[in-house]
C-alpha cells in the first residue's frame, strides 16, 4: 500500500514537471543581433530541442509576415526565394539563413517559431547590415623573371558557407590556392592566394583584386610589380669565363706538349722554322 501510494506522488510530480515545461515553452537559443555585409549571406543562429520544423517570422506590430516555411507560398514578398533552415532538426538546429542581403534587410526584428507548438516565446534577433569594404592585396616583396611570387587578397563578409568569389586583374594567375576563412569581430575574412610567373614585360604592371557582393563589384588598390632578371644569369656569365679560361689553359699545355714531340722528332726540317709555325698555330689559346 505504501509503495503504490509513492508510485502515485511520483507519477503526479513528474505530470505537474511536464506541464510546468509546456506551460514556459521550450528553450531557445538566438543571439540579440547580427551583423550583415550588404550583397552577402547571412546566418541567423538558433538551437532548440530536438523538433519537426521551424518557422522564421518578421516582427512587425498587428502582423508577423512569414520570413521562412516549409511552405514556399507562405514566405512574405520580401524575402521569398531569400531564406533557408539549413540546420538538422533532429539535432535542434533552428537557424535562419538569409541570402543577398539588402539594405532593406537592415533593422529587421525576425523570431523563430519552433513546431510541434509547446508554448513558444518571442526570441528576437535584429539585423544590422553594414557596406562591403573593398579588398585588400599584398604581394611577395620581389619579383623575378620566370619565378613564381605569390599574392593575397582578404575579403570581409558575412557568409563563411558561401565566400564571394574573387577575380585577378593585371597578370595571368599559374595557380589558386584553397582559400581560407576565419571569424573577426563578428564578421567573416577569407583569404585568397595566387601564384604569378612574370616576364620582363609585366615589369611595372598594376596588379588588383576584385570581388563581387551579389550586384556590387568591390576593387582593392593597386600593387605594382617590379620585376627584375634572375641572379643566375650573372653566376651563369662568370661560370662560362671560368670555363673559357680552363680551356684556354688546356690548350696550351697541349702547345707546349707538340712543340716537345716536334723538338725531339724533327729529323729533316729546321727545328726552329718548325717551331715557330706550331708556335704562331697556338698563340692565341695562350693569349
Known sequence: ??????????????????????????????????????????????????HSHVIWYQYVSGRDPIVYSTNYGDITDHFRGRTSAPGSSSQGDC????????????????????QPDTGNDYHLVQIYIVNPENPHISIDNQQVEGKLFSATCSIRHSCPSSPPPVEWIGLSTVSNSEPT??????????????????????????????SIFSSQTTYSNAATSYVSKPVYHQNYKKTYNLLILKIRKSQCMIFFINLFVLLLQNKYLNTCQSAKIVALKYLFVCL
Not at 505537474?16 to 515553452?25: A, K, Q
Not at 542581403?101 to 523563430?112: A, F, H, I, M, W
Open 1 to 50: 500500500m505504501a509503495v503504490m501510494k509513492r508510485d502515485s506522488i511520483l507519477n503526479i510530480f513528474l505530470t505537474v514537471s511536464v506541464l510546468i515545461c509546456l506551460c514556459h515553452g521550450r528553450y531557445v537559443n538566438v543571439p540579440q543581433s547580427v551583423t550583415a555585409v550588404k550583397g552577402s549571406c547571412v546566418t541567423l543562429p538558433c538551437s532548440t530541442s530536438s
Open 95 to 114: 537557424s535562419l539563413r538569409i541570402y543577398r542581403v539588402r539594405q532593406g534587410d537592415n533593422s529587421e526584428k525576425l523570431y523563430p517559431w519552433i
Open 181 to 210: 576563412t576565419k571569424e573577426q569581430g563578428g564578421l567573416w575574412t577569407t583569404v585568397f592566394q595566387a601564384k604569378f610567373k612574370p616576364s620582363l614585360q609585366d615589369h611595372e604592371k598594376y596588379l588588383r583584386c576584385q
